[in-house]
């Protein structure tokens, strides 16, 4: 990357990978189409948060050295989103996109979480999901690839920490309006038998889909 002055983090969503990026460049723009999570955004020194939509950003042309998009290139609109990327990126500059699929808490839990997933929940999923699934090697991607390494995230935590993130999927609230009732609480009553006592932890792991491009 020829410099780190600023970085654009596009449908920042409350803002975790703003903050992040504050810590390598001087300045992130922060943008997201939702007001109500720009409102609710986490402050941090040397972001700025702006409402706006991916593909009309109101960025200065040729004023940003990165672009990042942590879990929601797949929701946009690509070819109109890949012509602002292209405005605004600096030459030589690039282009970040990642995203996490499914998630991993112990053997003995995997089949119940995959039989929610791709059971219970798969009529429920937006059809852009099939590129999370696929790691983004199948989501258009039209720059020159840079080859990334492998990453994984990792969290500790409790079981009615794990609910709460089973509970923040599309998918589940999906499932909710179309059928009125939550999903999740009878999954968990399987779980818990499984996890430990009360209070216990676990790790859980996502494996990484990340693309990386670079302005020609």
Known sequence: MPRRRAAWDCATGSGQA???LARWFDRV???DASAAQIAHAAPAPRVEYRVARAESSGLDPASVDLVAVAQALHWLDHERFYEEVRRVTVPRGVIAAWSYGSCSA???IEPLLRDFEFGTLAPFWNAQRRWVDEHYRTIPFPFAEVTAP???MR???TLPQFGAYLSSWSAV???RDANGQDP???LLEHIVNHWGPQGATREITWPLGVRVGRME
């Open 29 to 31: 723009i922060a943008t």
């Open 18 to 20: 703003a903050v992040d």
């Open 150 to 152: 492998a990453f994984r």
């Open 173 to 175: 609230a999906n499932y």
């Open 155 to 157: 969290m500790i935590w």
């Open 184 to 186: 999740v609480s009878p």
């Open 106 to 108: 112990g053997d003995d």
